[in-house]
């Protein structure tokens, strides 16, 4: 009997989005992990702020930090605003931990976080991969099949 197929993350809200990140990797597994955020960092975020174009994802100690991710300063913030590009940790379970963790140590892959959104019931959820990086000769490969696809599209619509 075939395995069930797991549902697609529930996205309804996407705050950031990492697009340069499947051209530079190639996606292996994609992961949901939550995100340990401060008051004034959710509020930064549901106004739609935030960027992880730069960030990446480190597992040490056991647990799993995204490191450099860009959430500004809340405008309306006092005294007890958050630091802007402090590494948060990422809530993912123990034995999901151990497999990147395994992967990263003994394959060379990384962990790059594709997109941070608001899930249905309201809590911020990153969407981690694991991803192996790409030569050049990959990314000229995957711009010519980019645009493959773009042209094939152009001459079925054209012919039909």
Do not use: C
Request: hydrophobic share 35%.
């Amino acid at each position: 009997m075939a395995r069930p197929k797991l549902p697609e993350f529930d996205k309804q809200k996407t705050v950031a989005e990492n697009r340069r990140a499947r051209f530079e990797y190639f996606i292996e597994d994609v992961y949901e992990a939550g995100i340990a955020l401060t008051g004034t960092e959710v509020k930064s975020l549901r106004f739609g702020e935030g960027s992880i174009a730069e960030s990446y994802a480190e597992v040490k100690n056991g647990e799993v930090w995204l490191v450099n991710a860009n959430v500004p300063e809340f405008s309306h913030g006092n005294r007890h605003n958050h630091v802007p590009r402090r590494p948060r940790k990422l809530l993912l379970r123990e034995r999901e931990i151990a497999r990147l963790h395994g992967a990263v140590e003994r394959k060379g892959m990384t962990l790059v976080p594709l997109s941070v959104y608001f899930n249905g019931r309201g809590r911020a959820k990153v969407e981690l991969a694991l991803a192996k990086g790409k030569n050049n000769a990959d990314k000229r490969q995957t711009v010519k099949d980019r645009d493959w696809q773009r042209d094939k599209a152009r001459i079925m619509r054209d012919n039909s």
